[in-house]
């Protein structure tokens, strides 16, 4: 095998896989609106067949279809692809470029770079790791691995089908060595971060309707006026919120939410020492336009803080008038959508009950809770697994000797893969920068010489990857 | 003079009179979207002359436009006819007809019903008093008092540029002996109320933006796992906003807001009295949808809550994301629409800075105030004023007993007119019956025989207000 010519495949096509990645991104596939969802399946089962997979089908579940392949390279080892095509949706103000265009404009200090609903969150990352492959094939070579892909259409909506799927495909699914989801690991200086957990989640709506309560005003919102002598949901729900938090908002008061806690592992203590010393804070500061972190903690301190605290957060608000101007309105429902991230030990099955029990004790028993995903659990890969070492090795093959993080805050549905039924190690990575995902201007950096790799680095370190995997 | 010529001219001119009232919805005049105002400023301004209005005109402020008109009949006295020709925005669900048709519907048990916006919230009454006047001059007769109409376009937005005309018109304005508004006065059931105040209006939005606040997101929502290690603007809000009221949001709690509230005076204890043997609290609950007053208040003990208590309402909140489905978001900014309404004694300068004073002494200096409309003072005429006695005749006239509350809880801005400068007394009211204002299905009842009057006892009723002001 040779790497080499490989790459060299890769920077010679390199205009042709930048349009690939576009075409994707122009294809709509933002699963809370069900836009464009079938059609970009079709997409990627396209993708799949073109690569040689068998099999490449849709696979339905009650909701969108997941998209399945195999790739058989006659190879020792086999690896789970897990890829996601869902985006979330478009509709926030703050976009300089039109969101679905997959434009690529020069963003200092990065050069080229696609922005664009998905490019890094994680539609860029797709095609990039599939221009990788059929860049194997095209130089010649054959894969170094068996693939099997499972691309999902609803990781946004919490993978809500995704068990489901696993559960059909489990006696397949097992034949896979490794889980591994392509996706880019360089903050925007070009350091890189390895992720070896998530966090878990659950995703709830809390609402106050007046027809249910039997009090305020039932059907619609009325004239404002009649506050005076009609009770409000708004401000009653106001009232239950009040009791969730501390003063500051970050300590939840909620009984039992803090129980199952538990300390950082010997393993990430150990991690954390190392990571202390290359821990850029400024950088992530200035990534998501944050000025001060919680209790104005800094470094490791902040980071102990968003790795290992579960969190109650309020995604979005809203009742009554929010138009321009002035409408006295005394409304008659108010509605939050909100979630609870878990950290290890912590089970996703917990919070509701819990949040369900602080609202009844506190008198807020019109509150409704409207679960809208069932949830993931935490996940965790040691990082003393082949599989983690195999993409430490690509890192330093590439120059680069990585920070690894025992977890991020965010969430993934890998505890559906490495708990029952199929118990398989993950891991997540690639070179590459991007950011802003769930928020306007969405990027993936295109181009090399700025901070960070560009898409074709990218793409070598995703074939770089499968090499090493295979070795594991 | 015949009062009953006027009365068959209009019976006779019904379906005329019914398309009058549709051609003036038909033009939207929606003034916080600044939509259809100067078209349907123009539209009012047409009637004026047609009517023979002298010097009918568009008076510019900084804002809409006030459309002035004078008719002189060479009468003794003179009416100054407020009116307003803006209205709410169409924009909330749960509209069963297309808010701008100008539809009749069959609406048990009232017959045929104009369902639309402005119906009742005035553009119904506005075209049904010129409907009025042009009888008495198309039966041949002369209008019995001289007008000065003021048909303001910002009613819906504060009157903000009001008082600027008031003073630049004052001379002009001086000479009317009374202010009149038509509106109409009947509830569901066909009961006339007589109105003979309104409670004052403050309207503001609070706004935490992490911009300004240097915690938190401070340019976009950025992804919800940062919660964990970043400040949420949304949970301060709630926490601030938690301090301001008893938990079952119906006691204000800043400190100061209550101090200038005054008891009824002897007048209204009388009148209280009164209604208290005639009020019809279930009617009022059956056209709010409400099923309870707060703390179970009931009859009179309601009543007087609703007149006499100033509320800290919340018209509006929202932040983050309010799509379909699931977006995990810390969100960078929230905002909230805010009213106070003040009664007798209280100041509308008063509200804000014990708002501000009570937000910074509580810890929450970032939360902005900004002030949308200065404001409306309350307002208040004499049932035994010459002018409200004029109203109360033209009622007994139609064989009504009208039951009299000596305020409303809504706003209008009548201070404006029965303070310095002008010190007119004002009167409002006509026969007739609409409801839900400021909300979906708004309507204005068209049809005679069923509990209500309709359009053409509403339009007798306007002329014999006006026969009765002739003599006082």
Redesign the interface.
Known sequence: MSKKIVYDYIDQHFDEHVANVQELIRQPSI???GRGIRECAQFIRGYFERLGCVDAKLVETVGNPVVYGEYNAGAKKTVLVYMMYDT??V??P?WTVPPLEGRVIDMPPFGKTLVARGAVNTKGELRAFLNACESIKSAGEELPVNLIFVAEGEE???SRNLPEFIGKYKEKLKRADVVFFPIVAQNQKGKVIVELGV?G?V?FELEIDGKDW???????????????????P???M??A??TM?S????KVLIEGFYDDVVPPPPEDEELLKKLQQTFDEEAIKEE???????DD?HGIE??K???Y???????????????????????HK??L?M?V?LVPNMGKEKPIPLIRKHLDKH?FSEVKIRI??KGYDWAKTSVRTPAAQAALKTYREFGFDPEVWPN????APFSMFNRDPLNLPFIMGGLGHGA?????NEYLVIEEGGPTAGLATMEKSFVSILYNLAEI
């Open positions: 699963s809370s609106e979330m949706p509709d926030e703050g946004e909506m919490g966090k989640i995703y039997g009090r305020g005003p039932t059907e619609f919102g009325i004239h404002g006026s009649n506050k005076s002598w009609v009770d409000s708004v401000w009653r106001v009232q919120l009040g938090t003063k500051d908002g970050n998501l336009k944050v000025k001060k972190f919680i903690l902040a980071l803080h968003y790795l605290s579960p969190q109650l957060n309020i995604d979005g608000i809203w009742a009554g008038y929010t138009g321009p101007g002035t409408k006295t309105l005394l409304p108010i509605t959508k979630d991230r008198g809208l995903e991020i805050a965010g969430s802003r995902a769930h928020s306007p």
